[in-house]
């Protein structure tokens, strides 16, 4: 537990330095990166909302993620289609959208109540943020116009979108199949998305920063 503890400390640091930092940056931000920052406000709004719950005594924070993962990928649907709207059909990236939020709808009403974790919703949401991502990285080779690929906020933003949610599809599948697994493995996953968090959020952190960066290098 004391483990947990820690990485939950390091994790509500990474977080606030995220939110902090897009606050601070948020006039320089571009439509896309504004997105984002509307994901991290999500994103602690979402953390204080389960501090409060648990404050009262409720354990079973699963309500919480049931609201919480169609929402992200509502926001995250916006900003790829701002970054991919000039690349692939734009009716595609809202179809898409669309479709997962009717899946999640569907799966609370009828497959799985608010009580339950998303473990359904969830893993297809991870895998359609990932094609967005990819989808993006090709966009960015096919139009080969960033001088320096670790300048710019998006590339760290992008990066580590996909990189959290292939781990979230892997967490979400190891989940899943955990339930026959011992105790042990089980808490091997916890920790080990504990650190996913921990690094998205210090990515989105670093994405908000190099936006000044760019600012003074362009002045320079």
Known sequence: MRLFNILDFIYNIVLISALILGILRFKKLIKPLRIIFLFVVFGCLTEITIDILKIFGMR????VGNNYFPLAFLI??????????DYINKR????????????AIFNLLFIQDLKKFPNIIAPIGALIIIVFSILHFLKVLSDANIESLSAEPLIWINTIILIYYSAN?????????????????????????????????????????????KEKNKIA
């Open 92 to 103: 595609v990236i809202i179809g898409t959208v669309l479709v997962f939020i009717f899946i």
């Open 76 to 85: 995250l649907g916006l900003f790829y289609f701002f970054l991919l709207k």
């Open 169 to 213: 599809l892997f967490y979400f599948t190891l989940f899943n199949l955990s339930w026959e697994l011992n105790r042990e493995f089980t808490r091997k996953i916890h920790l080990f998305y504990a650190g996913v968090n921990i690094l998205f959020y210090a990515f989105i952190a670093v994405g908000f920063w190099k936006v000044g960066r």
């Open 60 to 63: 079973n924070t699963s309500p």
